[in-house]
């Protein structure tokens, strides 16, 4: 029975709480937007099936034509050694000339990487040169003796590339009483699946620049309770990897990309924390405005934030990675990476019917229930990692 009450007016608080409709907007306000660039870009272009649990590929390049000293030597001096690994490039009667100093000299012998030469090959005075460890000699050709035998093949032996495929699984789960409860923007658990979405497709993209490499059968014995894991690119590159270790300098970084820029093809693209996005935009800010472009043009389906001119006047589109402001800079963290990826070179390999799906009706028999997962078991090609870089400790 309702209570009687008099008074001279109704105030709010004499309505009860559930009486009230809730002044309520139906827009959802995220704190992070959907940022997977990469995962998109690889989408749009190279997108192979992958055929098995281990995905293959070959790699080939020229002859070597750069080797470096890994000790000093006196000027005038006989012997000039190497690593093994670039005394594998070098014959007897090859011309040698260091790039550092200019002197050229003509190789006699190899003992895997300690070379017999003989200095000032050319018009350069021996007595004015000495070597220094880390000089990088130029292989100019070879200078065969008349009458010679045929010489012995150089031979640029292919290298096989792998990666395994991992298993990426997003679920949520609502009782049957939740999923039939009316909420303002929508009923779970559909809610739920746009938001288990992005977070699914978020771990893709940590993948693809984080991935470690791996495949482990966890019981010793042996049987299906195996684990694969995707390496990325962080894991992949290795020749073309500095640290900063402090401020970004568009010097410093024009001659990173010298070096990137100079293998593989155009389709370079440059994925940035935020702090590496900040040392950038300054570069426009100090005149140096033909060297950055912002722009809101697309690469590959994705909005790029700006372009940068490298030295071989290849306009390389920068994107920013927000989401990496979550994580620490400089040396303590990721925020503090910039990735130089050659789009050519890389690949999303997706197995053979198990590419991103959502699966419904997960739930146990007799359960009250509704349960849904996001599956995906994908790898990546990382091929010819000198043609990507990967800048690391900006702060």
């Known amino acids: 029975m309702a209570d009687i009450a008099v008074g001279q007016f109704v105030q709010t608080e004499e309505f009860l ?36 649990e281990k995905v293959n590929w070959l790699e080939e390049q020229y002859v070597n034509t750069v080797i470096t000293t890994t000790a000093g030597y006196t000027a005038g001096a006989v012997t000039v050694v190497v690593s093994a690994a670039d005394g594998a490039s070098v014959q007897a009667q090859d011309v040698l000339r260091n ?11 190899n003992a895997a990487g300690s070379l017999t030469v ?39 032996q292919r290298v096989l590339g792998f990666n395994y495929t991992q298993i990426h699984r997003t679920s949520w789960v609502f009782s049957g009483t939740a999923t039939a409860i009316e909420l303002y923007g929508g009923r779970e658990p559909a809610k739920e699946a746009a938001r288990k979405l992005v977070e699914h497709k978020r771990k893709l993209e940590a993948n693809g620049f984080y991935g470690a490499r791996d495949f482990v059968n966890v019981i010793a014995g042996g049987n299906d309770d ?56 300054r570069f426009n800010r100090s005149g140096q405005g033909a060297f950055w472009k912002p722009s809101d043009e697309t690469v590959h389906g994705v909005k790029v934030d700006g372009f940068l001119s490298g030295v071989f006047g290849t306009l390389v589109p920068v994107v920013v990675k927000k989401e990496w402001s979550n994580y620490p800079s400089g040396v303590n963290g990721f925020n503090g990476n910039l990735f130089v990826v050659d789009i ?43 043609t990507h870089g990967l800048l690391t400790g900006i702060a």
């Open 99 to 109: 790039m550092r100093t200019g002197e050229a000299m003509l190789v006699t012998a």
């Open 17 to 52: 709480a559930d009486e009230k409709v809730v002044d309520m907007d139906p827009k959802m306000r995220k704190l992070d937007p959907d940022s997977t660039q990469f995962t998109t870009m690889t989408q749009k272009t190279t997108n192979r099936v992958a055929t098995r």
């Open 226 to 281: 195996v684990t694969g894991s995707a390496g990325g690119l962080y894991e992949f590159i290795q020749t073309n990897k500095q640290n900063v270790a402090g401020e970004l300098t568009s010097d410093f970084l024009d001659q990173f990309l010298a070096t990137v820029l100079a293998k593989g093809s155009n389709d370079k693209v440059i994925y940035t924390g935020t702090i590496g996005a900040y040392y950038i935009s």
């Open 118 to 156: 003989v200095p000032s090959w050319g018009n350069m005075p021996a007595a004015s040169v000495a070597g220094n460890s880390g000089d990088k000699l130029l292989i100019v050709g070879d200078a065969q003796k008349q009458g010679a035998d045929i010489p012995a093949m150089k031979y640029s």
């Open 344 to 386: 050519s070179n890389v690949e999303r390999r997706p197995l053979r019917d198990r590419d991103t799906k959502l699966l419904t009706n997960r739930q146990s028999p007799g359960q009250d229930r509704v349960a849904a997962e996001y599956l995906t078991e994908s790898s990546w090609t990382v091929a010819q990692e000198r």
